[in-house]
């Protein structure tokens, strides 16, 4: 199972899986353990490359993942394995951090270094005054055109085969909300024709980091496109707490089902009684909370995800029955 991927910098299909990704491990019986991996995904590897890797290494084929990275980004990627594949859901919806480099005064067919330059345009006149500007206008509450090279559907076909196939494809733009935008450093290239820019964008899920290249080269009239992505937070979880694909292979682990949990959601401590109740799927007294909260028997399980439904809650998942 994999989750349905945030537009955050993924959706872009690739070809075949990268040799380091497709190294066989050793047989594993099938397991039963529930809980989040927190990968920091290597360069080159799709997120689906990392999903097979974890199905051996976890022992099992239900894993899956939220929020998916090209290839060409690394950090935070997070892997549900067994129960925990249903917090997915709620994990692609959360907000993201990046670190990243924007190249100014060339721009891509894809709007990332993978793709082909199909313009360059001199930048040596832009100012770092003139980029902190214009990054201005691209921060808060702002209406994003997607990359043409994504897996939004047109007319039925994906965005990013209409694009292989030669076609002009035109999305239409969407709400999105950068709350973060900050620029690090502005460095010039090649005599100056060519300007980079170290930037950290904090930003809500849906939003992709290539579009914000692109636009940002467009405000300067110079073009503009990502060269080096990182995804740092997704949600409550950084890249403090991943490990890479060399640490699990040595030494597996995973954030058990209800830590994750407790770390996602508002918490409800429950009576011995309400953990009954809900480990039969039965409905107990309101939470008085907005969205899902962790509903935590007294052992410290989290039995349940509860939502309010008039005057009472109900159970929407049910981790532990009686």
Same mark, same amino acid.
């Given at each position: 199972?994999?989750? %349905? =991927?945030?537009?955050?910098?993924?959706?872009?299909?690739?070809?075949?899986?990268?040799?380091?990704?497709?190294?066989?491990?050793?047989?594993?019986?099938?397991?039963?353990?529930?809980?989040?991996?927190?990968?920091?995904?290597?360069? %080159?590897?799709?997120?689906? #490359?990392?999903?097979?890797?974890?199905?051996?290494?976890?022992?099992?084929?239900?894993?899956?993942?939220?929020?998916?990275?090209?290839?060409?980004?690394?950090?935070?990627?997070?892997?549900?394995?067994? @129960?925990?594949?249903?917090?997915? &859901?709620?994990? /692609?919806? &959360?907000? @993201?951090?990046?670190?990243?480099?924007?190249?100014?005064?060339?721009?891509?067919?894809?709007?990332?270094?993978?793709?082909?330059?199909?313009?360059?345009?001199?930048?040596?006149?832009?100012?770092?005054?003139?980029?902190?500007?214009?990054?201005?206008?691209?921060?808060?509450?702002?209406?994003?055109?997607?990359?043409?090279?994504? !897996?939004? @559907?047109?007319?039925?076909?994906?965005?990013?085969?209409? /694009?292989?196939?030669?076609?002009?494809?035109?999305?239409?733009?969407?709400?999105?909300?950068?709350?973060?935008?900050?620029?690090?450093?502005?460095?010039?290239?090649?005599? =100056?024709?060519?300007? #980079?820019? #170290?930037?950290?964008?904090?930003?809500?899920?849906?939003?992709?980091?290539?579009?914000?290249?692109?636009?940002? %080269?467009? !405000?300067?009239?110079?073009?503009?496109?990502?060269?080096?992505?990182?995804?740092?937070?997704?949600?409550?979880?950084?890249?403090?707490? !991943?490990? &890479?694909?060399?640490?699990?292979?040595?030494?597996?682990?995973?954030?058990?089902?209800?830590?994750?949990?407790?770390?996602?959601?508002?918490?409800?401590?429950?009576?011995?009684?309400?953990?009954?109740?809900?480990?039969?799927?039965?409905?107990?007294?309101?939470?008085?909370? #907005?969205?899902?909260?962790?509903?935590?028997?007294?052992?410290?399980?989290?039995?349940?995800?509860?939502?309010?439904?008039?005057?009472?809650?109900?159970?929407?998942?049910?981790?532990?029955?009686?």
């Amino acid at each position: 199972m994999t989750a %349905g =991927g945030t537009r955050g910098e993924g959706n872009r299909q690739q070809g075949a899986p990268r040799q380091g990704a497709r190294q066989q491990g050793a047989q594993r019986p099938q397991s039963t353990a529930s809980g989040l991996v927190i990968v920091d995904k290597p360069k %080159g590897w799709t997120s689906h #490359d990392v999903v097979g890797r974890m199905r051996r290494l976890a022992g099992t084929r239900k894993v899956g993942h939220a929020g998916t990275l090209d290839p060409m980004a690394t950090g935070v990627l997070v892997v549900g394995v067994n @129960k925990a594949t249903r917090l997915l &859901t709620y994990i /692609v919806g &959360t907000g @993201k951090t990046y670190t990243a480099t924007i190249r100014l005064g060339q721009s891509t067919v894809t709007d990332d270094a993978e793709g082909e330059v199909v313009q360059e345009r001199i930048a040596a006149a832009v100012t770092e005054d003139a980029v902190r500007d214009a990054v201005v206008g691209l921060t808060g509450d702002i209406m994003q055109v997607p990359s043409s090279v994504s !897996a939004i @559907k047109v007319d039925g076909q994906r965005s990013y085969a209409r /694009v292989r196939k030669g076609e002009n494809v035109e999305l239409q733009p969407r709400p999105v909300t950068v709350s973060r935008f900050d620029v690090h450093e502005v460095r010039r290239l090649q005599a =100056g024709r060519i300007v #980079d820019v #170290d930037v950290t964008v904090e930003c809500s899920s849906g939003t992709y980091i290539r579009a914000l290249a692109r636009d940002l %080269g467009e !405000a300067l009239d110079v073009g503009g496109h990502l060269t080096v992505l990182r995804r740092t937070q997704v949600g409550p979880y950084s890249i403090d707490a !991943a490990r &890479t694909m060399e640490e699990l292979a040595e030494e597996f682990g995973m954030l058990d089902l209800d830590s994750a949990a407790r770390a996602l959601f508002p918490e409800r401590m429950l009576t011995a009684e309400e953990a009954t109740e809900l480990g039969f799927g039965r409905r107990i007294p309101v939470t008085g909370a #907005d969205g899902p909260v962790a509903a935590v028997a007294p052992d410290g399980t989290v039995v349940a995800l509860l939502v309010d439904q008039d005057d009472v809650a109900r159970p929407e998942l049910v981790f532990a029955a009686s």
